[in-house]
């Protein structure tokens, strides 16, 4: 790629003199860079990256009341950092106040972890910092990262200090830029990967982040490689995704899909029919980034994601530009990716290619906090190994473990909560963060969902409880070996962090009335959506029944009726969940 390729263009440069029926959107290479909103303008006036020098030399020193209100609401993300929620707010207020209104004087902080992967010294130093300077804090996310909260920009140079010495970073774990790039958490060690993904995620993440090019896009911008067959990076659902496939010709490559997104308007990425050689895959990332940064939409903040452009464009434009203007030549055409055989969270416990075996545990609902993180990196370094993965489901993936030493580490990690055979329940629900500390959140989240599961793993319990019968502890052993592809997703507003739109069961957090004149935390419900997996063959956003909504209080209630729905009803035992969801009468859904 030449120099060019990735020039920015000028700042000033004039509008093409060729009439237009409507507003423009704001493309650089068609509308020119002169700033269309407020947004847009501070970005070009100072760039997010330039914020660090001034946190650390007036903005820690001075304290809250020392930030300039711009950089606070605006640049900190190109650094990680967001203002949390104030305690005490209640959902009915999030869309009425101002951010300043509801923000806190201290921040949630996401430490970037591009592909998932982690030492035990690097865990050790963010359990560290969780308990120094987060009051033991720390919840995994489904994008790899480690999210911390009750942090103080006084402490955020010494937080980038102890990160930045064994080799992490928050460096546009947030803002419009690329953030994390997604990885397959068995990344060169499982044993029916089809490509190891870990060179062309450290070259793209090595040359670009960072880099003053893509530190002002439209939007956030987020990427995903796998090679694994399971699929395991939700490739769907994000900007850019390079999936492994095996070209009948050319070997072991990738398979190119654009313009994935959720929040409130689902788009599934596209595939472009195209093969990516290993050696051109940070060509083509940087191809993709650039179109995204020249021709996105960045008029309007709520049209200013890829997702859009490639709708109105469609796959072979796309591809067309991305050819032309961006490549240094065509790529060849290429295969799908075949159905995944294996789920793709990696829970339990794999072999790798090399004879060791590879463990995956679930936290719940993915919050965790300093001294398990702490204690982890204590247990993983006891049973030999120094390596694991976080994964886009809020799951760990510990590497490298002796055969001997399997079962005494999967004994350890229950013991700090972290489950290697977890309940269906407790394996497929995760949370986004939720009214706790989330400014856009209406309704808790991470107790919520916590809670329920606890209650359907006592429902579904394998045996018989007190005062349930043989004859319903027979019906609950048959349901837990049914349930294991059930997902359960709460969200805490409709941004859809926590995928609500691709789960079996998504919640979506709302206020509902209380009968009294008042307001109840709920949600609406999102039935029969998936991404590619062992159980389906290709992704859906499910369905939305009208009126189908549930308190918090009566969530378990509603998920344990849909579920024996489901069990009653199926049309034979292969039948999955969504698929049933997708065709049931409307009443067998209530």
Not at 473 to 492: F, R
Not at 538 to 565: I, N, Q, W
Request: with cysteine; charged share 25%.
């Amino acid at each position: 790629m030449t120099d060019a390729t990735l020039a920015r263009p000028e700042r000033g440069a004039t509008k093409p003199a060729r009439p237009r029926s409507s507003k423009p959107n704001g493309q650089w290479k068609i509308d020119g860079t002169e700033p269309l909103n407020g947004n847009e303008a501070w970005k070009q006036e100072d760039g997010g990256l330039s914020v660090r020098e001034r946190i650390e030399t007036i903005y820690a020193k001075g304290g809250f009341d020392s930030i300039d209100p711009t950089d606070l609401h605006g640049r900190f993300r190109w650094w990680g950092l967001y203002t949390q929620r104030k305690p005490g707010i209640d959902g009915g207020k999030t869309a009425t106040l101002e951010p300043e209104e509801l923000e806190d004087r201290y921040f949630m902080m996401r430490v970037r972890i591009d592909g998932g992967a982690l030492t035990t010294e690097q865990l050790r130093v963010i359990g560290g910092i969780s308990r120094d300077f987060a009051r033991g804090t720390a919840d995994i996310t489904d994008r790899q990262n480690i999210q911390l909260h009750w942090v103080e920009v006084e402490d955020v140079p010494e937080i980038w200090r102890r990160l930045e010495a064994v080799g992490l970073h928050t460096t546009e774990a947030c803002g419009d830029v690329p953030r994390v790039i997604l990885g397959s958490p068995v990344a060169g060690i499982s044993a029916d990967e089809i490509i190891d993904p870990t060179p062309q995620i450290r070259e793209i993440a090595e040359r670009y982040i960072g880099d003053e090019s893509f530190a002002n896009l439209p939007r956030k911008f987020k990427s995903a490689i796998t090679g694994h067959p399971s699929q395991d990076v939700v490739h769907e659902i994000n900007d850019i995704a390079l999936v492994g496939v095996v070209h009948p010709e050319l070997g072991p490559g990738y398979d190119l899909w654009v313009g994935g997104g959720l929040s409130t308007s689902a788009h599934l990425a596209v595939r472009l029919g195209t093969f990516v050689e290993p050696s051109r895959a940070a060509e083509v990332w940087a191809g993709v980034t650039s179109i995204f940064r020249d021709y996105g939409y960045r008029r309007l903040r709520n049209r200013a994601r890829l997702k859009y452009l490639v709708q109105d464009w469609g796959a072979e434009k796309f591809r067309q530009v991305l050819e032309t203007e961006y490549l240094s030549s065509p790529l060849p055409d290429g295969p799908a990716p075949e159905k995944p055989t294996t789920p793709g969270d990696h829970v339990g416990v794999h072999a790798q290619k090399d004879g060791r075996f590879y463990v995956g545990a679930t936290p719940t609902v993915g919050r965790v906090s300093g001294d398990v993180l702490l204690k982890l990196a204590d247990l993983i370094e006891a049973h030999g190994s120094q390596r694991l993965r976080t994964t886009p489901h809020q799951k760990i993936v510990v590497l490298d473990v002796e055969q001997e030493r399997v079962e005494s580490l999967v004994a350890g990690l229950e013991e700090i909560g972290l489950y290697a055979n977890p309940s269906p329940w407790r394996r497929s629900t995760i949370a986004c963060t939720g009214i706790e500390y989330c400014k856009l959140a209406i309704v808790d989240t991470k107790d919520t969902a916590t809670a329920a599961v606890a209650e359907l793993e006592k429902r579904f319990a394998p045996e018989s409880s007190a005062g349930t019968g043989a004859e319903q502890g027979a019906e609950n052993n048959s349901a837990n070996a049914l349930l294991k592809p059930l997902t359960l997703h709460v969200n805490g507003c409709p941004n859809s962090c926590a995928r609500i739109q691709t789960a079996d069961i998504g919640l979506k957090g709302q206020l509902l009335p209380d009968g009294n004149g008042g307001q109840t935390p709920g949600f609406q419900v999102h039935l029969g959506g998936g991404l590619a997996s062992d159980i389906r063959s290709e992704a859906g956003t499910g369905r939305t029944v009208r009126g189908l909504k549930v308190t918090t209080e009566d969530l378990p209630d509603y998920v344990e009726r849909v579920t024996r729905s489901y069990l009653a009803g199926r049309a034979d035992e292969n039948q999955s969940f969504a698929e049933w969801a997708l065709a049931a009468e409307e009443e067998a859904l209530q």
